[in-house]
């Protein structure tokens, strides 16, 4: 079992900052190279990636429409991360979730894909106002 913990959801004006987390726990700790980032989704519309990083050897891709405001990261450990989200839209209001898969699927190849990651948070709302 994997566990997928996030926090840092809130209400915030456009071009402010939050800063999400999440944590990893449960049978992830037998592996070495996985994938781990973060999907979004918006009301009416389909979930899609924003950031993902490999824990192997810390690639990263991201969203066009994220790049440059957004950072993935590992905090302490390949088990935790962060996304900083700086300069926030309204257009990224959201409900983001945290995702993961054994596979090192967080490459360009792969693409953001829901069906390649098998683990999911809880889910956290991320509203940004005009």
């Known amino acids: 079992e994997v566990r997928l913990v996030e926090s840092g959801g809130g209400l915030v004006q456009a071009g402010g900052s939050l800063r999400l987390s999440c944590t990893a726990s449960?049978?992830?700790?037998?592996?070495?190279?996985?994938?781990i980032g973060w999907f979004r989704q918006a009301p009416g519309k389909e979930r899609e990636g924003v950031a993902c990083?490999?824990?192997?050897?810390?690639?990263?891709m991201y969203e066009e429409s994220v790049k440059g405001r957004f950072t993935i990261s590992s905090d302490n450990n390949k088990y935790t991360i962060s996304l900083q989200m700086n300069s926030l839209k309204p257009e990224d209001t959201a409900v983001y979730y945290c995702?993961?898969?054994?596979?090192?699927?967080?490459?360009?190849?792969?693409?953001?894909?829901?069906?390649?990651?098998?683990?999911w948070g809880q889910g956290t709302q991320v509203t940004v106002s005009s």
């Open positions: 995702v993961l898969d054994i596979n090192r699927v967080c490459n360009p190849m792969a693409g953001f894909k829901v069906r390649l990651y098998d683990y």
């Open positions: 449960g049978s992830i700790f037998d592996y070495d190279d996985f994938a």
């Open positions: 990083l490999n824990s192997g050897d810390g690639s990263t």
